[in-house]
């Protein structure tokens, strides 16, 4: 078995402090981001773009002083993000909709 390439976590320090600069934020108020700028550096294009948008929109709202603007919270709005682009392509459903294609019922 093949160990998983290595994170680039040099490339991801930079593209976070980069970030950070936009948004007049200090770095080390956003460290707990690289990882998952790490994590969007190694995934495919349309993938590391979602997550790259992600950050930064939790980095607009950590300068605007928003303390919901949480590691956990970025995860949460990924998995989302995940589990919508899933169900469209497995079901034909739009968000919103009944949930009546599920073979569900809402009420």
């Given at each position: ?55 930064d ?38 968000p ?12």
């Open positions: 078995m093949q160990s998983p390439a290595p994170v680039p976590s040099v490339e991801a320090d930079r593209l976070l402090a980069r970030m950070c600069r936009r948004h007049a934020l200090d770095p080390d108020e956003a460290a707990d981001l690289e990882r998952l700028v790490a994590r969007a550096l190694i995934s495919p294009s349309s993938v590391r773009k979602k997550i790259l948008a992600l950050i929109a939790a980095l607009v709202r950590r300068a605007c002083g928003d303390p919901t603007a949480t590691l956990d919270a970025v995860e949460r709005d990924l998995d989302e993000e995940v589990l919508l682009a899933v169900a469209k392509r497995v079901h034909d459903w739009e919103g909709a009944s949930l009546d294609g599920f073979g569900l019922t809402e009420g």
